[in-house]
């Protein structure tokens, strides 16, 4: 690394030389305000918040654009810096609704939280204000673009790190818009709503689509039998939620909560990944002998499964034909569960615990109906059961453990791990390794498949054959592999692809973080529940096996197709 | 090519061509035909002559006598008189403002004689669409010096002893931006020409590329030859549909004779040149976003550095450089650096053009020394104000430039001298304004024009203008408070020293520049809710005078909106409520009844 030594408020201070100036002086000590940059996104320098002056140059620089340079010299704290970041920072809130005490970003807010720290206590401008309609079209999301403030992550997040491409920046000057193509609501264009934009944006500009209210009715209603579903990433994510340190399980204790809030039952999500495994991995060794269509693509994440649609269609035979976990519990909930227990499935109300909020649009698709009802009624976000907790003043801190309800709410770990990305292929492998060779894989903890970010390869021996997997998450590098597949450059037999960086644990429902920081302590916490899960394999799951013994037969069984698999439509891209 | 004993040069710029110089070319060659004078003397559809208030011009060499606002009925008795029996037409000579003299020969006009023309030198005396009279004049000798000794380096030193700053706005040294661009590392690399000339009232660029595109072109290989590059684009505005014309009939021409391609003058450079047409956002005039809008990507600029020298179209090392400092090259390299140094001041060299408009006697393109001083450029070339009209302010450098009153006159017209008062060179554009323009007015109007091209990026650009928009509105509107001058200054400075590029850098300078000088003005409109110049409608109003009125009712006829009453014979009266402010009463009143107040 070669090092430049500059001047930053009188220190010196050493620093790459490709660094910026922000970079520079954070790893002074000091913190410069910024507002459209983010750190996990290529630096835009549009807001002007984090202007800096800088000797010698007739114009303040924005310190989290600007390179450093050899002997510059850098003031972050001038009477003249503080008047700029003020007055830009006027400028943007005089064109935003200050109705924060009714914003979904309250005391979560970018905006809100620089104006208090700026002691902004009147903003001097009353002129003309931007005013847009509210974009309800999607299933998902919401956008106020009243509220937007144009740092653009949004667009960027979109385009650089999901490739999806459906939001942009329209018009000029004041009457610039940020959104889908002119005229098209966001359900009308290429977003896969998976949610990423909600989580970058510094404001209540866009955001999901609430089914608290729903699920507050449902739960005040004597006559409905409401079961939640728990995914596993929202056990280590609900304490970050809440206030707490993030990456901490809180299984019990979430557990607890929900029982709180009125669920007639508790089950868990990781049920139904413990079933994927076995149809999954069925349909990968059908396919391996039987020459289907290669590489098995999974088809957990709905975001993906949309993202393929419009941008693949040519690939959809190589999805897994398999429902996702929350699909398929949907559907189990209103037959198995219900014949089981004798209720009235038109009685039945699922709600699904989601870090995601393509699983809102998932969902609500037309064809996932196989229980002759819509198979899940309400998806809440990891954000929405946080608000619960607290319109109902639970502290989940202090509740004791408790454990999830009988029959779907018995999990393994690979089940659990479904949560970071890898954790499927992982999971398959535990399974499919010990099926095919007989033994139990050396060891359970498959390293090469894990971590956040990039395309992770590696290759296990199946019986004859050498099973070749990729994995990644975030749709901008999924379309690298997908290039590379369609372009007939790799021979892969299996793909994981998630939709979010990370996987679930980085969803578009997650705890809004300014950093992204968290997601490396989530999937931490994630692979700690698998550590001490006393089952880890999904074969080895006693009520999965029991669902088979009484209800689908064996797996990819002629009920298996009818309840548990699915197919997908090729949708043009505009 | 035959030999011709005389030449009728009219000017076929647009300004000319607006005001109908094709029928006059028509009219000439008929006219010569039937006289039987087309094998003598021939017709020749120049670029622009600069004097485009007096257009169509006519130009008849070798005398050199100059015909103003020719109408095709002229066109007979310009052949009969002047082209047959050698009686110059005294009628259709430029009359000086001042002395009412009738001049026959352009060379005599004041307007023409203070200016020295590097950059137009060919403007106005070649056809633009035929390259062979555009190399009788010296073209491309500039180019096969460059290519026959010394190598890029020399034309590199040639440039840097030049002096040569950028002519499109913010006067970068050429050489030193060439040097950066040589000195990066790549495999390719690009020279752009910016032809997207958007300031309101300026066209030197148009004229250029019109008149002279050869001069354009071998500036830009030379530039390429500089700096490495192979390959150039010419971002000209899609407003400009003759440029854009004549600068593809120049590469063709240029192609065709082995000046512009693979292997020029057998030398081994190659150059290959495109034309990018621009949709007309301002912005794309500042080059990161000019680079964008090449690249196919929303034309907004990007934070520099790294600057395009370095990292420009495509990621490769990229020089931009306006269409009049690329004009200059040649003759800079065919004269050498020194004698383009000789020409200006200690640190602006050369010449400037400008593009002369607003409330003067001579309006139109007109190149000077670098140095002279503003006075001499308005009132000897310029001709001054119009008769009974007192000079005000001449806005200088566009949306971006300043206002300077009638004190900073005798300032040199150089880069930093302009950027000291308040304003800077800019592009070129001169809008002098006299006793009836409004200071606040004015700076609302360029305000309204940021405002509107601002790309939208940049929080102080996107929001702010348009609050320096809104202020302003409120004081000519008369309803400004005191505080809204501290509040102007405070915001346009934090906008000048936060925007992200030049467009909002530069946008406050009109209400910075007219405050420093006119802050009187801005308090009449604030404090006494008047508007000296009156312009603003709202700080006005019209009465009819009882004692000279006479009861006519012309008045109460014209009113459009029925505002005005009143008896016959007896004193009419204006209702305030319903009266619009057209002012159509005033012109026609035979009596001087109705007061402006």
């Known amino acids: ?143 106020e673009p009243e509220k937007c403030i144009y740092c653009g992550r949004c667009v960027r997040v979109c385009s650089d790190l999901q490739g999806v491409n459906a939001l942009g920046i329209f018009n000029r000057g004041f009457d610039t818009e940020v959104g889908p193509p002119p005229g098209l609501g966001l359900a009308d264009s290429v977003c896969v709503q998976c949610g990423q934009c909600a989580v ?39 304490g970050e939620a809440l206030g707490l340190e993030p990456g901490l399980p809180l299984t019990g204790k979430m557990v607890a909560g929900l029982r709180r809030l009125g669920f007639d039952k508790v089950f868990s999500t990781e049920f139904t990944a413990d079933l994927t495994i076995m149809e999954e991995g069925t349909e990968l060794l059908g396919r391996l002998r039987n020459g289907g269509a290669l590489p098995l693509i999974t088809s957990c994440s709905p975001g993906w499964i949309k993202f393929a649609e419009h941008f693949y269609p040519e690939l959809l035979e190589n999805l897994s034909t398999c429902k996702s976990p929350q699909q398929m519990f949907g559907v189990l909930a209103k037959t198995y569960y219900a014949e089981k227990t004798g209720l009235d499935p038109a009685n039945i109300y699922v709600v699904s615990l989601m870090p995601c909020t393509a699983k809102k649009y998932e969902a609500a698709r037309p064809e996932m109906n196989a229980s002759g009802f819509r198979d899940v009624d309400a998806v809440l976000t990891t954000r929405e059961l946080a608000r619960m907790l607290h319109e109902a003043s639970l502290d989940i801190s ?45 060891t359970l903890e498959y390293a090469p498949v894990r971590g956040l970010d990039g395309i992770r390869e590696s290759s296990v021996v199946l019986g004859e054959t050498e099973v070749k997997i990729a994995v990644t998450s975030g749709l901008a590098t999924a379309r690298e592999v997908l290039e590379r597949v369609r372009n007939g450059e790799a021979d892969y037999h299996f793909i994981e692809i998630m939709a979010c960086p990370g996987g679930c644990i980085g969803g578009g429902g997650q705890p809004i973080c300014r950093t992204c920081d968290n997601r490396g302590a989530r999937a931490a916490g994630i692979y700690q529940v698998d550590a001490h899960s006393a089952i880890r394999k999904s074969h080895e799951n006693p009520a999965v096996k029991q669902l088979y013994k009484e209800f689908l037969g064996e797996p990819y069984s002629h009920k298996a197709h009818q309840l548990l698999h699915t197919g997908y439509t090729a949708r043009h891209a505009y | ?77 310009i052949v009969n008189e002047h082209l047959l029996k050698g009686r110059p037409v005294a009628r259709l000579f430029f009359t000086e403002p001042l002395s009412l003299d009738k001049i026959p020969r352009y060379q005599e006009i004041n307007f023409y004689k203070k200016q020295k023309r590097i950059a137009l030198r060919n403007c106005g005396y070649i056809d633009p669409e035929n390259i062979h009279e555009y190399i009788a004049r010296g073209g491309y000798d500039a180019l096969a010096k460059a290519l026959g000794n010394g190598g890029p380096a020399t034309v590199l030193a040639e440039v840097k002893a030049s002096g040569l700053r950028g002519r499109g706005g913010a006067g970068f040294p050429t050489g030193t931006k060439w040097e950066f661009c040589a000195a990066a590392p790549g495999d390719k690399k690009y020279i752009i020409c910016n032809a997207d000339e958007g300031d309101p009232g300026a066209f030197m660029d148009r004229s250029i590329l019109e008149g002279d595109p050869h001069s354009v072109l071998e500036g830009m290989m030379l530039a390429a030859y500089a700096i490495g590059a192979g390959e150039g684009y010419l971002y000209i505005r899609a407003e400009y549909p003759l440029a854009i014309k004549r600068v593809q009939t120049a590469i063709a021409q240029a192609e065709e004779l082995g000046l512009l391609g693979e292997n020029i003058l057998n030398t081994g450079f190659g150059f290959r040149l495109r034309i990018k047409e621009g949709a007309g956002a301002f912005v794309c005039g500042e080059e990161t976003a000019l680079i964008a809008s090449i690249e196919g990507e929303r034309g907004i600029p990007r934070s520099r550095p790294p600057f395009p020298a370095i ?195 530069t946008a406050p300078n009109p209400v910075l520049s007219t405050i420093r000088y006119f802050r009187k003005e801005y308090l009449a409109h604030i404090n006494e809710r008047k508007c000296p110049a009156g312009v603003c409608q709202a700080l006005f109003y019209y009465r009819v005078d009882d004692h000279l009125c006479v009861g006519c009712g012309v008045c109460a006829k014209i009113c459009p909106v029925s505002a005005i009453q009143g008896e016959r014979k007896q004193p009419h009266h204006i209702n305030m409520s319903a009266c619009v402010k057209c002012g159509a009463c005033v012109e026609r009143c035979p009596f001087h009844a109705i007061i402006k107040e």
């Not at chain 1, 807001?47 to 924005?62: D, K, P, Q, S, W």
């Not at chain 1, 064109?95 to 206590?121: G, V, Y």
């Not at chain 1, 029959?407 to 399974?431: D, H, K, M």
């Not at chain 2, 006697?361 to 002279?372: H, S």
């Open chain 1, 200 to 238: 970058f944006c510094p404001v209540g500009a866009i955001y999901e689509k609430t089914a608290v209210d729903e699920v507050w009715r449902a739960l005040a209603d004597p006559y409905r039998h409401v079961v939640v579903q728990a995914a596993p990433a929202v056990q280590v994510s609900i």
């Open chain 2, 311 to 505: 990292k420009g179209l495509f990621g490769k090392p990229t020089v931009i450089n306006n269409v009049e400092t690329l004009a200059n090259l040649p003759q800079i390299v065919l004269h050498g650096g020194a004698q383009f140094a000789a020409v200006g001041t200690e640190k602006s060299k050369g010449t400037k053009v400008f593009a002369l408009t607003g409330k003067l006697r001579n309006t139109g393109l007109v190149e000077v020394p670098m140095g002279i001083s503003m006075r001499e450029v308005i009132f000897e070339i310029g001709g001054g104000t119009f008769e009974g009209k007192k000079f005000k302010a001449v806005q200088i450098g566009g949306p971006s430039g300043g206002c300077l009153p009638e004190s900073q006159l005798d300032l040199p017209v150089d880069y930093d001298s302009l950027t000291g008062a308040g304003a800077i060179m800019g592009s070129g554009g001169l809008v002098v304004m006299d006793e009836d323009s409004c200071i606040v007015d004015v700076a609302r109007y360029f305000l309204s024009f940021t405002r509107k091209e601002s790309c939208g990026k940049c929080t102080p650009c996107r929001e702010g203008t348009l609050r320096l928009l809104e202020i302003l509105e409120r004081i000519t509107g008369g309803m400004g408070v005191p505080e809204d001058l501290e509040m102007l200054e405070k915001l346009a400075i934090s906008i000048k020293s936060t925007a992200l590029c030049g467009l909002g850098q």
């Open chain 1, 1 to 143: 690394m070669e090092t430049v030594t500059l001047k930053i408020d009188g220190r010196e201070v050493q620093a790459d030389k490709t660094a910026t100036i922000l970079e520079a002086a954070r790893l002074a000590g000091l913190q410069i305000p910024t507002l459209c940059h983010h750190p996990a996104l290529r630096p835009d320098g549009s807001c002007r918040i984090c202007v800096v002056e800088v000797a010698g140059a007739r114009n303040m620089a924005a310190a989290c654009i600007a390179p450093v340079a050899p002997n510059m010299t850098v003031f972050t704290n001038t009477q003249a810096v503080r008047e700029a970041r003020r007055t830009n920072l006027e400028l943007i809130l005089a064109n935003h609704p200050l109705t924060c005490p009714t914003c979904k970003r309250n005391l979560n807010c970018e905006l809100q939280q620089l104006a208090h720290d700026f002691c902004i206590s009147d903003v001097p401008y009353n002129g003309r204000r931007r005013e847009m309609p509210q974009d309800h079209t999607s299933a998902a999301l919401i956008r």
């Open chain 2, 1 to 77: 090519m035959g030999f011709y004993r005389g030449h009728v040069l009219v000017c076929g710029g647009t300004g000319c061509v607006s005001s109908g110089c094709r029928e006059v070319i028509a009219a000439f060659q008929d006219e010569l035909r039937k006289k039987k004078l087309d094998q003598e003397i021939k017709v020749v559809e120049t670029g622009c002559h600069g004097f485009c208030e007096k257009g169509p011009l006519v130009i008849v060499y070798p005398e050199g006598v100059m015909y103003c606002r020719v109408e095709t009925a002229d066109v007979t008795e």
């Open chain 1, 398 to 442: 202090r509740l004791p453990d408790e454990e999830f309800d009988a029959p779907f709410g018995i999990v393994t770990g690979a089940a659990t791990i479904f949560g970071a990305s890898g954790g499927v292929a992982e999971a398959a492998l535990r399974t499919l390794y010990e099926l095919v060779n007989g033994q139990e894989m050396p």
